[in-house]
């Protein structure tokens, strides 16, 4: 069972990405795309990417060069979205300071797009030492970069929180967990891959990682369907701290 193109295989490809479209399809139903704009068009956005790149994969008359020249572009595409979401949560989790909101907002955003440029540059030119293999290598370099920078930034996103004491938002903290969730497993599945583990056995990776996705989907699905709780305001206002300041000042600097 556990082998390409066996029928869990082609489930774990199609299945959690036929929920995720499902998802967005819901959120946008809801109106909710209107408050997650950008993880509804990435949740949109990727599933199409992979229903496009299932029959290129499964045509014999596609060619491997075609194949990959497709998921690296897609690749790129999908890191651009999955920043601007990271991006978007960081928005929601200051919401209660606008101009804080918007400028983290954009400079997570902006940052990340300039670092995946950065990453695809780097992909494109890096020297490889076997050319037949060039085109796959050169997709996974760009992956482990992408998977460095989202974690830097998803634990920024955590770390932010528990130092500024912050409330998440439940559906704000299902979206960053199951971002969490995926960019951890996949560092951990290549740290074994470049370790030289498995190589033999590279299939049970892609099962691996295929099924946290699918995980990761579904715990979308369960924050955005459970009934939302909402914290209770504490009847004590915050102490004016740094992020108060930072609002103060950004606001300021807005009106000039």
């Known amino acids: ?78 890191g651009i979205l999955k920043l601007a979401v990271i991006g978007e949560l960081f928005g929601h989790l200051v919401a209660r300071w606008p101009a804080l909101a918007a400028f983290g907002n954009r400079l997570v955003s902006g940052l990340g797009g300039f670092l995946v440029v950065l990453a695809a540059l780097a992909a494109g030119f890096a020297p490889i030492d076997d050319p037949q293999f060039a085109l796959v290598s050169r997709v996974h370099l760009l992956e482990q970069t992408f998977y460095i920078v989202q974690c ?37 599945a290549w740290a074994v891959t470049a370790n030289g583990g498995l190589l033999d056995r590279r299939s049970l990776l892609d099962f691996l990682n295929a099924a946290t996705y699918h995980a990761c989907v579904l715990t979308w699905f369960y924050f955005f369907l459970v009934p939302r709780k909402i914290a209770a305001t504490p009847a004590s206002s915050l102490p004016e701290n740094n992020l108060a300041v930072w609002n103060r000042e950004l606001e300021r600097l807005l009106q000039r």
Do not use: N
Request: with cysteine; charged share 10%; net charge neutral.
């Open 1 to 78: 069972m556990l082998q390409a193109h066996s029928i869990l295989w082609h489930y774990l490809w199609l299945g959690p990405h036929v929920l995720q479209l499902g998802l967005g399809i819901f959120l946008w139903r809801k109106g909710l795309h209107r408050v997650f704009p950008i993880f509804v068009a990435y949740l949109i956005v990727e599933a199409v990417e992979e229903f496009a790149l299932y029959p290129l994969d499964a045509l014999p008359s596609v060619s491997g060069r075609t194949f990959w020249t497709a998921v690296f572009v897609g690749r790129i595409v999908e």
């Open 152 to 188: 830097g930034l998803v634990l920024f996103l955590f770390l932010f929180a528990a130092h500024f004491k912050l409330t998440w938002d439940s559906r704000v903290f299902g979206i960053a967990l199951g971002f969490a969730v995926a960019i951890c497993e996949h560092m951990a």
